[in-house]
């Protein structure tokens, strides 16, 4: 297998961003600060890192094809990287169309043969065993995901594993009981699934597709995205201890055109894809008149509406957890905020005043707040966009810290003076930015937030239950949340409307969108 040059090391994270983002850092201390806050501060934690031997990560790993693993028909491999240090962590195959096309043969046979043909109580117990493993290997699956992403141990811990297998436990629920997700009608699956992921939930954007892919009794072909593979690696191990049946679920790592070459492929009946709106249109351009069923989960640029009689300390939390959770890199993330008039000014100063307690750094480190950028890439966009809005007028803010010396670690920032006309108003950043506008009535908090190409989710703070009542009505967002944030269950359907794309994930709807029924 011959490997491909790794990418050139990327400066230090301080001198990429954009002019004016990040003039405010300190000189770098150590290569790995655990904490963002100065040493004096009462905030400053000491080092409390998770074990990174709990990951057990390959020197090398092949594609998932047929149950077992496989060489790219290419030979070649490409190098995953953790973004915290820059350091490699494994050589991935880099399939291509050959092995798309082998991995979509072996899921239609499996389908035919085998899954379409099993009693629903036994694939039910199939994904109850995916659920009980990946919960008795949950802390490898944690290490394994913030090594690859970049996002905090705390998070991958608490929240990405045990929702991804929390998925699967409540869809192994449907399994056997379809005739009542589509009453009076004969529930049937598609076939054969392809299905697309992205970075910033690895593991958690394979669970949301994989298991009501299977409870509906559809076979698998999924592609992660290039730099985070290695959790859906681990999740085909799992298939494999699982005994999950060979070719139920593939998964094949490769480049974006290796996504368009699955979901284009005529035997596959179903295509779901999470990512950016841009490759979200090419899909859809790709197949039309195919007759595929189709789900797009794509950005968004989520209002976060603080009312002036709101619990305001609570708002504050709700607002940084809106913006700061998984650095941002969040495709719900409230990267607006709109605050009413009369309040703007102190909850302004509450926010920055809780930003500058935000521990910034190590993502394998258990008090990390806000972990590492999850790609060169990533941080050029970023800074590309906080330089835009520093150009464009708005004023921008940061709290004194130190940002470790290696990988790609950005500021939490907050604009103010914000037009909505900026860019840093209407385009998704995809990282730790947050955009305030203020309001003075009812009306005008609804216009604002509505008034973007988005329409993915939406946050209202206000201790009138009435008017959550009447502004979520009102507000063009899958997904509206009062009085919290950023809140996820495998019962609740997530999904979007106008650029943010179409069909549901999650809940009875997201079991209906892996259905045909007669
Ligand atoms: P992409 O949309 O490019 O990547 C998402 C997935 O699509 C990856 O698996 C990627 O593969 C794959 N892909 C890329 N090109 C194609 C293609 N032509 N056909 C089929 N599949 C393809 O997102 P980026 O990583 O480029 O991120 C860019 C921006 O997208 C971010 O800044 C953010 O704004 C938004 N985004 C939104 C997400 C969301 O959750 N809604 C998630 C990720 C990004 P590969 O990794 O190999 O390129």
Redesign the pocket.
């Known amino acids: 297998m011959s490997s491909e040059q790794p990418p050139k090391r990327p400066e230090r994270a301080v001198k990429r961003a954009a002019p004016g983002a990040l003039t405010a850092a300190a000189a770098p201390t150590a290569p790995h600060v655990a904490s963002a806050l100065a040493a004096s501060s009462p905030w400053a934690y000491s080092p409390a890192p998770e074990s990174k031997e709990l990951a057990l990560i390959r020197p090398r790993y092949g594609l998932f094809i047929d149950g077992q693993e496989r060489a790219p028909a290419s030979g070649e491999v490409v190098v995953t990287y953790n973004p915290a240090t820059e350091e490699p962590l494994a050589e991935v195959a880099k399939g291509g169309a050959e092995d798309a096309d082998r991995a979509i043969t072996a899921a239609d046979r499996a389908h035919r043969k085998v899954w379409s043909k099993m009693e629903p109580r036994e694939r039910a117990k199939y994904l109850y065993r995916i659920s009980r493993i990946m919960q008795e290997r949950s802390r490898e699956f944690a290490v394994t995901e913030t090594l690859d992403s970049g996002k905090p141990i705390r998070e991958s811990r608490d929240v990405d594993v045990p929702l991804a297998a929390a998925h699967f436990w409540y869809y192994a629920g449907w399994a056997d009981k379809l005739q009542y997700a589509v009453p009076g009608r004969r529930p049937e699956s598609h076939g054969v699934v392809g299905q697309?992921?992205?970075?910033?939930?690895p593991l958690l954007?394979l669970a949301w597709k994989i298991a009501p892919a299977l409870a509906a009794g559809n076979t698998v072909v999924l592609?992660?995205?290039?730099?985070t593979p290695l959790t859906a690696l681990l999740f085909a191990e799992v298939c494999q201890q699982a005994d999950l049946p060979p070719g139920v679920v593939n998964i094949i790592t490769?480049?974006?055109?290796?996504?368009?070459a699955?979901?284009t492929d005529p035997r596959v009946a179903k295509v779901a894809?999470?990512?950016?709106?841009?490759?979200?249109i090419?899909?859809a351009q790709?197949i039309a008149g195919q007759g595929k069923a189709l789900t797009l989960?794509?950005?968004?640029k989520a209002a976060n509406i603080v009312f002036e009689d709101a619990a305001l300390d609570q708002a504050v939390e709700g607002v940084i957890n809106g913006i700061f959770f998984n650095q941002g890199?969040?495709?719900c993330a409230g990267s607006r905020l709109l605050v009413q008039e009369s309040i703007a000014e102190e909850f302004i100063a509450r926010l920055k005043e809780r930003m500058t307690t935000l521990r910034v750094g190590d993502p394998m480190d258990k008090n990390t707040d806000v972990g590492a950028i999850n790609?060169r890439?990533?941080m050029e966009?970023i800074g590309e966009l906080v330089a835009s809005g520093v150009a464009e007028g708005a004023k921008l803010w940061q709290p004194e810290c130190v940002l470790p010396t290696r990988g790609w670690f950005y500021k939490p920032t907050l604009f103010t003076n914000v037009a909505q006309s900026h860019r840093i108003a209407r385009e998704?950043?995809?990282g730790p930015v947050l955009s305030a506008i203020t309001f003075r009535t009812v009306d005008e908090a609804i216009e604002k937030a509505n008034n973007t190409a988005y329409g993915l989710s939406a946050g209202i703070w206000t201790e009138k239950g009435s008017r959550i009542l009447q502004v979520a009505a009102q507000l063009k967002a899958g997904v509206v949340w009062a009085n919290t944030f950023n809140r996820f269950d495998p019962t609740s359907p997530f999904g979007g409307y106008k650029e943010s794309g179409y069909g549901r994930e999650g809940g009875l709807q997201g079991l209906h969108a892996y259905l045909r029924s007669s």
Not at 223 to 227: D, E, L, Q, R, V
Not at 297 to 300: C, R, S, Y
């Open positions: 697309v992921i992205p970075w910033n939930f954007m592609k992660p995205a290039s730099t490769g480049p974006g055109e290796m996504g368009m699955i979901a894809f999470t990512g950016s709106t841009s490759v979200g090419k899909i790709g989960e794509l950005g968004g890199e969040v495709c790609s890439a990533q966009t998704e950043i995809f």
